[in-house]
Nanobody
Framework: QVQLVESGGGLVQAGGSLRLSCVTS????????MGWFRQAPGKEREFVAG????????AYADGVKGRFTISRDNAKNTVYLQMNSLNSEDTAVYYC?????????????????WGQGTQVTVSS
């Protein structure tokens, strides 16, 4: 079965950085697009960043452009989210997701597999 395991969350001060990782197993990682979503308390889960099967095509939510970078290492079955200049609005549970297509997707319904989530808390 397909499994996604995130790591790298934690508590950080405003202006700081974190790097999230997500290791995937159970299918051929390099064939599928991947994404990161987040969900803050009382809010819907929202798209943060995504990339296609090769990593050559990426997309970001407006609120994270220029601060977050998504990347992947197909040899390690891992997708990353580098988060810089964090602020309190970035506080949320971050979820790694695997799409059912190699093409970059930005909507939740195109992702069939999800990790358990990792908490990111930014203190001001």
């Amino acid at each position: 079965q397909v499994q996604l395991v995130e790591s790298g969350g934690g508590l950080v001060q405003a202006g700081g950085s974190l790097r999230l990782s997500c290791v995937t197993s159970g299918r051929t990682f390099s064939r599928y697009a991947m994404g990161w979503f987040r969900q803050a308390p009382g809010k819907e889960r929202e798209f943060v960043a995504g990339l296609n099967w090769s990593g050559g095509n990426t997309a970001y939510a407006d609120g994270v452009k220029g601060r977050f970078t998504i990347s992947r290492d197909n040899a390690k079955n891992t997708v990353y989210l580098q988060m810089n200049s964090l602020n309190s609005e970035d506080t949320a549970v971050y979820y790694c997701a695997a799409a059912n297509t190699p093409v970059l997707m930005t909507t939740k319904t195109n992702y069939g597999y999800w990790g358990q989530g990792t908490q990111v808390t930014v203190s001001s």
